[in-house]
């Protein structure tokens, strides 16, 4: 697991946006045995509307509505590649929707690059991201705000799959673009982004501590107390020892607002698993099929408590690492203590993955694990 994943809750909070569909699954009760999982409109109900959709040939816009919510649905129940296909089927009935429809057709896009990676299938990622981009930008309407998240998204993943150079240069248009057009808050975040890149990209630990230290102390030029303090968050985790709690004493006395919702400030390291070589090459690790659902509260004091797991699919001998860091992590305590807080119950997705690459052996193209075990996460919570 490379450094970005390591940080897994650093991605998630920061360089990953919101699911792009909204979660219909819930856990509404952990039994002794089982957890119940209720979902609001059952997959099967899901597949009838939206083939009675194409039957009946609804527009563009009721057809992609329909794949979204039936590709969520299967995403959550762990059909990836099912949920996928979904996705790339109404994409290409609806290719031609993109000047009436770019928001929605985006959203295919994202969604599909989402699961893409989930299957550690990084070039496809690749591909639906800046595909995302090229939508926006064929809307009858330009709207700039929305085409620099979509290039923010394009530098998460530049980072994600080990090209930081595009990623750099990507956010550096944003905060060019975005000051151009008085989106002072995009600016603002597009920095706090940037200022990642050092470590994340290049290890380079002093060079971001250095940058985040400047923005957690900027006023004006764009720069929000909510920027601001999620710099002091980044400097907390960035300047703890490895496997100590940093110290939140600064970020609780500070006068910009702490988040409503608590992100996550640090976590223990994954411990990746050894790369076994042979011959000079890396064997190809096992990660078909493999995912979990992870249940845990955030307490008002920002620990971690009542981890379980959910569900799982597939051999579960990388769990017990996802387990560790979830139950070792910190968030953000809520404002004011809050101390009457029941704390704030949350699900992830856990996909034990590697990525393919393209190798050649006699002249024949083929694709393979490239033997380097990664976990994706996202949120699935309400």
Same mark, same amino acid.
């Given at each position: 697991?490379?450094?970005?994943?390591?940080?897994?809750?650093?991605?998630?909070?920061?360089?990953?946006? *919101?699911?792009?569909?909204?979660?219909?699954?819930?856990?509404?009760?952990?039994?002794?045995?089982?957890? !119940?999982? &209720?979902?609001?409109?059952?997959?099967?109900?899901?597949?009838?509307?939206?083939?009675?959709?194409?039957?009946?040939?609804?527009?563009?816009?009721?057809?992609?509505?329909?794949?979204?919510?039936?590709?969520?649905?299967?995403?959550?129940?762990?059909?990836?590649?099912?949920?996928?296909? &979904?996705? /790339?089927?109404?994409?290409? $009935? @609806?290719?031609?929707?993109?000047?009436?429809?770019?928001?929605?057709?985006?959203?295919?896009?994202?969604?599909?690059?989402?699961?893409?990676?989930?299957?550690?299938?990084?070039?496809?990622?690749?591909?639906?991201?800046?595909? !995302?981009?090229?939508?926006?930008?064929?809307?009858?309407?330009?709207?700039?705000?929305?085409?620099?998240?979509?290039?923010?998204?394009?530098?998460?993943?530049?980072?994600?799959?080990?090209?930081?150079?595009? *990623?750099?240069?990507?956010?550096?248009?944003?905060?060019?673009?975005?000051?151009?057009?008085?989106?002072?808050?995009?600016?603002?975040?597009?920095?706090?982004?940037?200022?990642?890149?050092?470590?994340?990209?290049?290890? @380079?630990?002093?060079?971001?501590?250095?940058?985040?230290?400047?923005?957690? $102390?900027?006023?004006?030029?764009?720069?929000?107390? /909510?920027? $601001?303090?999620? *710099?002091?968050?980044?400097?907390?985790?960035?300047?703890?020892?490895? @496997?100590?709690?940093?110290?939140?004493?600064?970020?609780?006395?500070?006068?910009?607002?702490?988040? *409503?919702?608590?992100?996550?400030? #640090?976590? %223990?390291?994954?411990?990746?698993?050894?790369? !076994?070589?042979?011959?000079?090459?890396?064997?190809?690790? @096992?990660?078909?099929?493999? #995912?979990?659902?992870?249940?845990?509260?955030?307490?008002?004091?920002? =620990?971690?408590?009542?981890?379980?797991?959910?569900?799982?699919?597939?051999?579960?001998? #990388?769990?017990?690492?996802?387990?560790?860091?979830? =139950?070792? $992590?910190?968030?953000?305590?809520?404002?004011?203590?809050?101390?009457?807080?029941?704390?704030?119950?949350?699900?992830?997705?856990?996909?034990?993955?590697?990525?393919?690459?393209?190798?050649?052996?006699?002249?024949?193209?083929?694709?393979?694990?490239?033997?380097? %075990?990664?976990?994706? !996460?996202?949120?699935?919570?309400?």
């Amino acid at each position: 697991m490379q450094r970005v994943l390591a940080l897994g809750g650093l991605l998630v909070g920061l360089f990953t946006f *919101a699911p792009a569909f909204a979660q219909q699954s819930v856990v509404s009760e952990i039994g002794e045995d089982a957890p !119940i999982v &209720v979902t609001a409109v059952p997959i099967e109900t899901l597949r009838r509307d939206l083939a009675q959709c194409l039957v009946d040939r609804c527009g563009a816009h009721a057809d992609m509505v329909k794949s979204l919510a039936y590709a969520e649905a299967l995403f959550v129940g762990g059909d990836y590649r099912e949920s996928r296909s &979904v996705l /790339a089927q109404s994409i290409g $009935r @609806n290719r031609d929707a993109a000047s009436l429809e770019p928001d929605l057709l985006a959203q295919l896009f994202r969604a599909s690059g989402r699961i893409s990676i989930h299957l550690g299938e990084a070039d496809r990622y690749r591909r639906d991201t800046h595909r !995302i981009v090229r939508t926006l930008k064929a809307g009858a309407e330009r709207d700039e705000a929305e085409l620099l998240l979509s290039e923010l998204e394009v530098a998460e993943m530049s980072l994600k799959i080990g090209n930081p150079m595009l *990623a750099q240069r990507t956010l550096d248009m944003v905060v060019r673009r975005a000051k151009a057009a008085e989106l002072d808050d995009l600016a603002a975040i597009a920095r706090l982004r940037r200022a990642l890149l050092p470590y994340l990209g290049f290890g @380079n630990r002093y060079s971001t501590i250095k940058r985040l230290t400047a923005l957690s $102390r900027m006023e004006g030029d764009g720069t929000t107390g /909510a920027v $601001r303090t999620n *710099a002091k968050v980044l400097l907390a985790r960035l300047t703890a020892k490895p @496997n100590e709690t940093p110290d939140l004493l600064a970020l609780l006395e500070d006068n910009d607002p702490l988040p *409503a919702r608590q992100i996550m400030i #640090w976590s %223990p390291p994954f411990d990746p698993e050894p790369v !076994i070589e042979q011959g000079g090459e890396r064997l190809t690790v @096992n990660a078909h099929d493999r #995912w979990a659902d992870i249940g845990f509260r955030v307490r008002a004091d920002g =620990k971690v408590d009542d981890v379980t797991v959910l569900r799982r699919h597939g051999r579960g001998d #990388w769990l017990e690492k996802s387990v560790t860091q979830v =139950k070792g $992590r910190l968030y953000s305590p809520l404002p004011g203590g809050a101390a009457d807080s029941d704390g704030d119950y949350r699900v992830e997705r856990h996909s034990f993955t590697s990525y393919f690459l393209t190798s050649a052996t006699n002249g024949v193209r083929s694709l393979k694990r490239d033997g380097v %075990p990664r976990v994706e !996460i996202v949120d699935l919570t309400l």
